[in-house]
């Protein structure tokens, strides 16, 4: 069992820049990922971190947005800069228990283990 929180949503204006958190504990997982979903919409695969460290966005974040994690891998971020009004939706923190070697952010891949979501609501 993996447990996720996630905090650091919030108000910002267009522009500006939030970082979200991931606190990860319990059993082993072997990526992190973070999803968003808006209201009306499909859920949106934004970027991922595999347990080598390598990295994946999606083309709507690349460049504005980084993740990144705590030296213990335990803490994962989403540093999110350039915020626009259309990035407003709840983000997700998502653990991959399955070994793949790789991280994945298609949105239906089912990482298993999700935290409850924070909101971030980008203001024009």
């Known amino acids: 069992e993996v447990q996720l929180v996630e905090s650091g949503g919030g108000l910002v204006q267009a522009g500006g820049s939030l970082r979200l958190s991931c606190a990860v504990s319990?059993?082993?997982?072997?990526?992190i990922a973070w999803f968003r979903q808006a209201p009306g919409k499909e859920r949106e695969g934004l970027s991922c971190?595999?347990?080598?460290?390598?990295?994946l966005y999606a083309d709507s974040v690349k460049g504005r947005f980084t993740i990144s994690s705590d030296n213990d891998k335990r803490t994962f971020y989403l540093q999110m800069n350039n915020l626009k009004p259309e990035d407003t939706a709840v983000y997700y923190c998502?653990?991959?228990?399955?070994?793949?070697?790789?991280?994945?952010?298609?949105?239906?891949?089912?990482?298993?283990?999700w935290g409850q979501g924070t909101q971030v609501t980008v203001s024009s």
């Open positions: 319990g059993s082993t997982f072997y990526a």
């Open positions: 998502a653990a991959d228990p399955v070994p793949l070697g790789y991280c994945i952010i298609h949105p239906t891949y089912d990482y298993g283990y």
């Open positions: 971190i595999d347990s080598d460290g390598d990295t």
